[in-house]
């Protein structure tokens, strides 16, 4: 028979490599005739970081998203950049490129200031056109000011940018630190079906909540939020790199032999973008790379209690876990042990069993 | 028109999709040889002797090279933070994990390749493996080092946070709830596996075009291996298929790099599938355990938590995640009183490493399905549960640090209004904002306290 049940998980994350000391730098130049490169060393994995930085680079210069190149190809023309990781990316890498192209504004108000013959103060940038503020009829666009930065007065207008938190050490025995730029926030509900004969569990639908500080590129955003789930749903369900663990019997050795969740698997997702700004953020951007695949595995252990009252403490709730807790529960030998007001689960596999008595890790927990 | 905020197409999207974008198996250099791999076929053995003669001598060779011909051929990746190296990227005299690398060829093609790895003589002593972290402490099981099972954290060995008065909350309780959680370790399967092509250039300096997901970082460990300074390096990359955390090690770029050096041609080398997935490393399997202090009308007073990473048979960054994931064992709550424990433990499984949401995946396994199990012991709404005990502006972190925009009441909202969830009417009405009142109960006043000081270290004292 089939039941359906409900999972709820909330969570949250951290933004960038715990405890800092990781920089990432940028360059910004722009060509006599306008046109504007990006250098920096942020590795794009598919998520599209060259996109959203080349959309920070544009609002933060004024100039047409498409009139600039991102350009992260190699260690010779890019600066530093600690690495695609840690849900860097955004924050991290973003704040660098976005650095580096407000000092290359501030060089092109001051050329464009001596070619209009104003203060810089008074010039603004938008849609590649200098304007002085007030008067927007007044102006140049930024291939003329180039140009004569170029030509005319021998300059070139660049800028670069870094973005550094120093590390913190944390303290041995408290954990206390300040190890994080930003936390991002999500919460996950899924309704799955669970086969009481064959123990599988089936995801019906999935609706998730991001607070990602700000969406700088909302269709990348639910593609972090839908390839996530795609990876949730794998660790909740189906992977493992051995199906015998601790034993290393029967490990995959390809991918028809390892199972992954396939677009059958996917379920009708629902994403729901929060926007909590970050003080701290490129336009109040936190990250949402890594957290994207840490709800769904819970939320649906959660669901499989709903539907049929069993726990399964150990991912992935495969079929062969699913029956197992089923038959425990029809034999009435799940039930946690109670000792006082403690209340006792999973005993089977923890230390206080699988340890030795002598064993230091059956003290930690005391219960 | 503002970019930023804007759904704009992805900057490379259309080259991925219509197969114009070059990645590391894409390119080719005049001359270039192919690169194999010698692996142990042991999950613990010690290496008796390597004989590489035979296959020196194979037609079509151009190089051998095992851990002999390595510059400095142990490398931690995180030396810069007194993370001490401890893995030989060649084998030396002993292997401790199936698949282990120790050492490899550059030959005319692949085939000639293989045929030369058949030709390397390797003896092995075969050792008994350490494969359940649970035992990490007993005594008679294998030993991973001569100092034991566990990395050593400067002073204790395990990473500790301490908050709050721990054993008070636990007595004050009116119940305690306590499971046992265990997380698999995954595959990083990306559709490209890990490769590199090592160019040696007419000028002295390398060319390296790679996978990695980390271009100075990559360049770091190598030069630190072939002990050339970082800057006679050149990468090129930043465009990858696929990365996950595992192209983060520098798994072929040591290896090619030496050969090519040798044999003075460019080597290519590129991970099977097979490789990728046997001998590449794995997101860490873990083992967390946690026992949870509650009144009976759904406050958290405290938590204390026991976790077992396992990290396989070497460091790599697992003493980071370790670390990372004792950070967040709160979750997205705040929990006053807090004592976790966290144990890096060598096993003779594949070197694990990161893999997207590195040690906190782990962390909100275990503390998720806690919280439903909390929730149904004491008779409460999950929903209703979690929000009473969110993270609020002014809480704080298990790190001490002052949350200014935690969204945990906002997530689960949004959420409770898309699936149409009734919540009552306090927790349809309650707010994101500093505790007071109702949201302000005895036991997180001190909290609150700590976080007007300002100062975390100030606040831990």
Redesign the interface.
């Known amino acids: 028979m089939k039941h359906r049940g409900?999972?709820?998980?909330?969570?949250?994350?951290?933004t960038g490599m715990?405890?800092g000391?990781d920089p990432s730098q940028a360059w910004v130049k722009i060509k006599p005739d306008g046109r504007v490169d990006v250098f920096a060393?942020t590795?794009?994995?598919?998520q599209?970081s060259?996109?959203v930085h080349?959309?920070?680079v544009?609002?933060t210069l004024g100039v047409?998203?498409e009139s600039v190149n991102?350009?992260?190809?190699?260690?010779?023309s890019?600066p530093?950049?600690?690495?695609?990781?840690?849900s860097r990316g955004t924050f991290i890498g973003g704040l660098a490129v976005l650095k580096a192209a407000k000092k290359a504004k501030e060089k092109m108000l001051e050329v464009a200031g001596q070619a209009m013959e104003i203060d810089p103060a008074d010039l603004d940038v938008e849609?590649g056109m200098v304007y002085v503020k007030g008067s927007p009829d007044k102006k140049m666009s930024v291939g003329e000011v180039s140009a004569a930065a170029t030509w005319g007065f021998g300059e070139l207008i660049t800028g670069t940018g870094v973005h550094l938190k120093a590390?913190s050490m944390?303290?041995?025995?408290?954990?206390?630190?300040?190890?994080?730029h930003?936390?991002?926030?999500?919460?996950?509900?899924v309704d799955v079906e669970v086969d009481d004969e064959t123990g599988v569990v089936t995801v019906l639908s999935m609706?998730?909540?991001?607070?990602v500080?700000?969406?700088?590129?909302?269709?990348?955003v639910e593609g972090q939020i839908e390839g996530?789930a795609m990876?949730g749903l794998?660790?909740g369900l189906l992977?493992?790199?051995?199906p015998h663990?601790?034993?290393?019997e029967g490990?995959?050795?390809?991918?028809g032999a390892?199972l992954?969740p396939g677009l059958p698997d996917f379920p009708e997702i629902?994403s729901?973008i929060?926007e909590?700004?970050?003080?701290d953020g490129p336009?109040g951007a936190k990250a949402i790379?890594?957290?994207?695949?840490?709800?769904q595995?819970?939320?649906i252990?959660?669901a499989i209690?709903d539907a049929v009252g069993v726990?399964v403490?150990?991912?992935?709730a495969t079929p062969e876990r699913v029956l197992r807790a089923l038959q425990a529960k029809a034999a009435g030998s799940d039930a946690p042990r109670r000792d006082g007001?403690?209340?006792?689960?999973?005993?089977d596999?923890?230390?206080m069993t699988?340890?030795?008595e002598?064993?230091?890790?059956r003290d930690?927990?005391?219960? | 028109m503002k970019a930023v905020g804007a759904r704009l197409p992805r900057y490379d999207g259309i080259a991925h999709v219509t197969g114009r974008t070059k990645y590391v198996a894409d390119q080719s250099a005049q001359g270039m040889l192919a690169c194999k791999g010698l692996r142990s076929p042991h999950h613990s053995a010690r290496i008796v002797s390597i004989d590489t003669s035979k296959a020196e001598a194979h037609p079509g060779v151009f190089a051998v090279a095992t851990y002999k011909d390595m510059p400095k051929n142990t490398v931690g990746h995180l030396e810069a933070l007194g993370v001490p190296a401890d893995e030989p990227y060649l084998a030396e005299h002993e292997v401790r994990f199936k698949g282990q690398l120790i050492g490899g060829v550059a030959a005319i093609d692949e085939a000639t390749a293989l045929e030369a790895l058949d030709l390397i003589d390797v003896k092995y002593e075969v050792r008994e493996p350490f494969l359940d972290i649970r035992k990490a402490f007993d005594p008679g099981q294998p030993q991973m080092t001569e100092k034991g099972n566990v990395f050593f954290y400067d002073p204790y060995d395990h990473r500790k946070v301490t908050k709050g008065d721990v054993d008070a909350a636990f007595e004050k309780a009116d119940v305690i709830v306590k499971g046992s959680y265990r997380p698999s370790a995954i595959e990083q399967a990306p559709i490209e596996p890990q490769g590199c092509l090592v160019v040696p250039e007419s000028d002295g300096r390398l060319t390296v075009y790679t996978c990695t997901q980390a271009m100075y970082f990559t360049m770091g460990v190598l030069a630190e291996h072939l002990q050339r300074t970082p800057g006679s390096i050149k990468l090129v990359g930043g465009t990858v298929g696929g990365g996950f955390g595992g192209k983060v090690d520098s798994a072929t770029e040591p290896l090619a790099a030496i050969l090519a050096l040798k044999a003075r041609r460019p080597v290519r080398w590129i991970f099977t599938r097979e490789e990728e997935m046997l001998c590449g490393s794995v997101r860490a399997s873990w083992h967390v355990e946690m026992a949870d202090a509650l009144t009976k009308d759904g406050w958290i007073l405290g938590r204390k938590v026991l976790t077992l990473h396992d990290a396989g048979a070497y460091t790599r960054f697992s003493s980071y995640g370790a670390t990372k994931h004792s950070f967040h064992l709160a979750g997205a709550y705040t929990v006053p009183a807090l004592r976790t424990r966290a144990y890096v433990v060598w096993s003779n499984h594949v070197p694990t490493t990161a893999m997207r949401g590195f040690g906190v995946t782990s962390a909100s396994f275990a503390i998720e399905l806690q919280m439903t199990r909390n929730a149904d012991v004491l008779g409460i709404d999950p929903w209703e549960f979690r929000l009473k005990n969110a993270n609020r502006p002014g809480d704080l972190m298990p790190t001490r640090k002052v949350l200014e925009d935690p969204s945990t009441i906002d997530t689960i909202r949004a959420c409770a209004e898309a699936v149409g969830h009734p919540l009552s009417a306090t927790y349809r009405d309650m707010k994101n904002d500093e505790r007071s009142g109702e949201w302000l109960p005895p036991h997180l006043v001190d909290q609150a306290a700590h976080a007007k000081l300002g100062d975390p270290q100030e606040a831990a004292r």
Not at chain 1, 80 to 86: E, M, N, Q, R, V
Not at chain 1, 239 to 242: A, F, K, L
Not at chain 1, 364 to 367: A, E, Q
């Open positions: 409900r999972g709820l998980a909330a969570i949250e994350y951290p715990n405890q000391g060393g590795v794009d994995l598919g599209g060259k996109t080349t959309q920070i544009a609002d047409p998203y991102m350009d992260v190809s190699n260690t010779d890019s530093l950049c600690t690495g695609t990781f840690a849609d590390y944390p303290d041995p025995d408290t954990g206390v630190c300040d190890p994080d930003a936390i991002s926030y999500a919460a996950c509900v609706v998730q909540a991001y607070d500080g700000h969406a700088i590129n909302p269709t990348l996530g990876m794998g660790l992977e493992q790199s051995y663990y601790p034993s290393t490990r995959g050795n390809e991918f390892y992954m629902t729901v929060v909590n700004p970050s003080a336009f790379g890594e957290m994207a695949n840490n709800a595995g819970p939320a252990c959660s209690h726990w403490p150990q991912q992935p007001k403690t209340v006792i689960f999973d005993e596999i923890s230390v699988m340890a030795d002598s064993s230091p890790l930690v927990l005391g219960v």
